[in-house]
């Protein structure tokens, strides 16, 4: 690693020594800063247009803008003032996550963009700042953003904030060779993450494969089938049963709300996200749970015991709707919120073989199938009541399947999770990289 010969002081306290020929500027000395006030809807939105739309949901996460941005709106949402060029910068301006507050991304397009709301537009001076550094420039202060950030739920900053960020550059000339530098290590570092994340692709359908094959099959090969009866399963072994979710026992909503009331018992709430995000499909007891109030009678009705299912009836995409999680031992003093459905079960079905009995892609694709909604997906209970089921009536069976199941899937979330740590070293050996090359720590020859 080369360093500069000589250092000094920036007087900025959070950037710290910077080379000595390198010079201090606020960003709004050397380029334009523009609000974003203009919201593009989902249903405004065009296959073909005048501007690429540049809605807050598209960009938000991205680090590009290019060529594969297929969204548009015509003339119709023109404003001069939101006009985005080649090389400027976009920033996110608000964000559930004080993490991913101040997210960039570059416009690379030769066509006009359009910017929408929840966002700022960085159009750089080019007679002083190379494009390409600055957007590598944003993320390193990004970070400084966050210290401006207001709000509980939601976190945003605003044009003003930004006026008081100041960052060090040197001359265009070596602005550019930095910023050239960092195209070559970050595009190897990128393909590398790509390639990994290709693997994990991979590993996750050979994954859903397994459980398809398992909960339709069974584990004999050689076991005689019988037409399920079901377009969408096919063949199941010829001793298994088909039956409505509504044989295996009773679904029920909850009425405990996200809230503290005065004179009311304080408890734990398992809520939408505990399930939806539940890698493992399992619940178990918790000191993180949300805690709320609830009435005494919520309390006995709505509590969770060992072999509960908790599903999400809701959704903002139909992929993602009806996920369920088991719960794997009795919930101390802990109910089930009002946006999640309980099935309480009346017939006998092993623990383990829960989680695969439900989380499939037969159960998941009739459950996209019957869900209704524009802005978001819902599952009513007659949906779920009449969910088809195929399974052995053995307990030892399903007890095999489970455990079968719970080894394959667990080897390969075994492998899917190293290389996720693979990911993530690469990730911050990119953050780390363009960091340390914008700030001058490290010299590019």
């Not at 359009?114 to 007679?127: A, V």
């Not at 829960?354 to 599952?379: E, H, M, P, W």
Request: some cysteine; charged content about 25%.
């Amino acid at each position: 690693m080369i360093k500069y010969d000589t250092y000094k002081d920036s007087g900025i306290n959070w950037l710290g020594d910077i080379p000595q020929h390198w010079e201090n500027y606020r960003l709004d000395w050397i380029g334009k800063i523009v609000r974003g006030n203009t919201g593009l809807k989902k249903d405004e939105l065009l296959d073909n247009g005048e501007y690429v739309a540049l809605q807050y949901g598209k960009t938000y996460k991205v680090d590009e803008v290019n060529n594969s941005f297929n969204f548009y709106v015509n003339n119709d949402f023109y404003k001069e003032s939101q006009i985005v060029n080649f090389g400027d910068t976009i920033l996110i301006s608000t964000s559930e996550t004080i993490e991913d507050l101040g997210h960039s991304c570059l416009y690379n397009r030769v066509d006009l963009g359009l910017l929408g709301g929840e966002q700022i537009l960085l159009k750089p001076n080019s007679k002083l700042l190379n494009e390409k550094y600055l957007y590598y420039y944003s993320k390193f202060f990004c970070k400084e953003l966050k210290k401006y950030a207001k709000g509980l739920k939601v976190y945003r900053y605003n044009t003003n904030d930004l006026k008081n960020i100041s960052i060090a550059i040197p001359l265009l000339k070596e602005q550019k060779t930095i910023a050239n530098y960092l195209d070559r290590k970050t595009k190897a570092i990128d393909q590398k993450i790509n390639l990994l994340t290709q693997k994990t692709t991979k590993y996750k359908e050979l994954r859903k494969a397994i459980i398809n094959q398992t909960i339709t099959k069974g584990l004999d090969k050689n076991v005689k089938l019988k037409d399920s009866g079901i377009e969408w399963i096919g063949e199941i072994p010829k001793h298994w049963e088909v039956m409505r979710l509504k044989s295996l026992g009773r679904i029920e909503t909850s009425s405990v709300n996200k809230k503290i009331e005065e004179d009311e018992y304080i408890v734990k709430l398992v809520n939408y996200t505990d399930i939806y995000g539940n890698p493992n499909k399992e619940i178990w007891n918790s000191d993180l749970f949300m805690k709320v109030s609830a009435k005494p009678l919520q309390i006995i009705s709505k509590s969770l015991i060992k072999g509960d299912v908790l599903f999400t009836p809701s959704s903002e995409t139909i992929e993602d709707i009806g996920v369920s999680s088991v719960i794997m031992e009795n919930l101390n003093n802990t109910l089930y919120s009002y946006h999640t459905l309980r099935l309480r079960f009346t017939k006998k079905v092993q623990l383990n073989f829960k989680k695969y009995l439900f989380n499939n892609d037969f159960v998941q694709g009739y459950l996209s199938k019957n869900a209704t909604g524009t802005t978001r997906k819902i599952l009513g209970l007659r949906a779920f009541n009449n969910l088809p089921i195929v399974m052995p009536n053995c307990i030892k069976e399903q007890t095999a399947i489970a455990n079968y199941l719970d080894e394959k899937t667990g080897k390969i979330d075994a492998i899917v999770s190293n290389i996720a740590t693979q990911i993530n070293t690469l990730k911050e050996l990119r953050k780390t990289l363009i960091n340390d090359v914008v700030t001058g720590k490290i010299k590019v020859i």
